[in-house]
């Protein structure tokens, strides 16, 4: 299915698509389940949508956001003003769904987005596409955590460093 850019830039500027963000209580495990379960409700309207998962209170509190998106670019939803200059009004695109982690030790951007599939791939053959994220999310998650771990050994060192002095 194709979408128009002017209801694409509509959507996105005025951020009236779909949305839901669900918590992740902590000390609990990722609920990917709930995440992929809320993105599919929003995948069936073939629109551009959010699912979200907040780890820790999500980005916003220092923990992690895990998302899909249905975009017709690489980058979130709410860049709104970036998403205007790359969608062009008069042309017609097709969505696909991106997998996207928010988290200040995924990458220097605190950034990382990644294309599945087209939404046409995912409405077909939706159980192979979540598959694929809950993998790439697993591998993320365990960059995050490994970052993190090189970050406070580095901060201990860099501390002994300056008692020593």
């Given at each position: ?22 918590a992740?209580?902590?000390g ?22 959010r ?13 992690t ?7 017709v670019i690489n ?10 200059k ?6 017609a ?10 988290d ?46 090189e ?15």
């Amino acid at each position: 299915m194709e979408l128009s850019g002017e209801n694409i830039v509509d959507l996105v500027d005025n951020q009236s698509y779909q949305d839901r963000v669900m918590a992740n209580p902590e000390g609990q495990a990722v609920d990917l389940d709930a995440l992929f379960a809320a993105f599919a409700e929003l995948a069936k309207n073939e629109e551009p949508a959010r699912a979200a998962l907040d780890i820790e209170g999500g980005i916003e509190q220092g923990g992690t956001t895990l998302s899909l998106e249905l975009n017709v670019i690489n980058l979130p939803l709410r860049y709104k003003n970036q998403e205007k200059k790359l969608v062009y009004v008069d042309q017609a695109y097709e969505l696909a769904v991106y997998l996207i982690v928010d988290d200040a030790n995924v990458t220097k951007s605190a950034l990382k987005i990644e294309k599945l599939a087209s939404l046409s791939a995912y409405l077909d053959d939706p159980d192979s596409v979540t598959a694929k994220a809950a993998q790439r999310f697993a591998e993320l998650l365990d960059q995050i955590r490994t970052n993190q771990e090189e970050a406070a050994s580095e901060a201990a060192s860099s501390d002994d460093e300056k008692e020593e002095k």
